[in-house]
Nanobody
Framework: HVQLVESGGGSAQPGGSLTLSCASP????????MGWFRQVPGKERERVAS????????IYGSSVKGRFTISRDNAENTVYLQMNRLEPEDTAMYYC????????????????WGQGTQVTVS
């Protein structure tokens, strides 16, 4: 049993900022990869950002590169997504995901998923 819990979603004006958090208190072993994904109705799920937990190297989707930052707090089992210069196109349900396999950082097929948190930019 692995549980991921997201928080921090809400509404923002275009050009504003939000920070999402993903807590992973129940895992038995260190994950190799954690990431953030988003989805809007009728569209395919999109990888927003992923982070290799051993090196802290991050990968960003082209639509958010330069605006969003993913990070991991090693003292607390939490991953963050800092979202700056938000645009209406960022409106989506955002999901936290994790996998013990680091190579999954380049995919959208991670093994564990949270329930999602809504972000609305208008």
């Amino acid at each position: 049993h692995v549980q991921l819990v997201e928080s921090g979603g809400g509404s923002a004006q275009p050009g504003g900022s939000l920070t999402l958090s993903c807590a992973s208190p129940d895992y038995a072993y260190e994950f190799g990869c954690m990431g953030w994904f988003r989805q809007v109705p009728g569209k395919e799920r999109e990888r927003v950002a992923s982070i290799y937990l051993s090196s802290h190297r991050a990968i960003y989707g082209s639509s958010v590169k330069g605006r969003f930052t993913i990070s991991r707090d090693n003292a607390e089992n939490t991953v963050y997504l800092q979202m700056n210069r938000l645009e209406p196109e960022d409106t989506a349900m955002y999901y936290c995901a994790a996998d013990y396999r680091p190579e999954r950082c380049t995919t959208d097929r991670l093994n564990y998923w949270g329930q999602g948190t809504q972000v609305t930019v208008s």
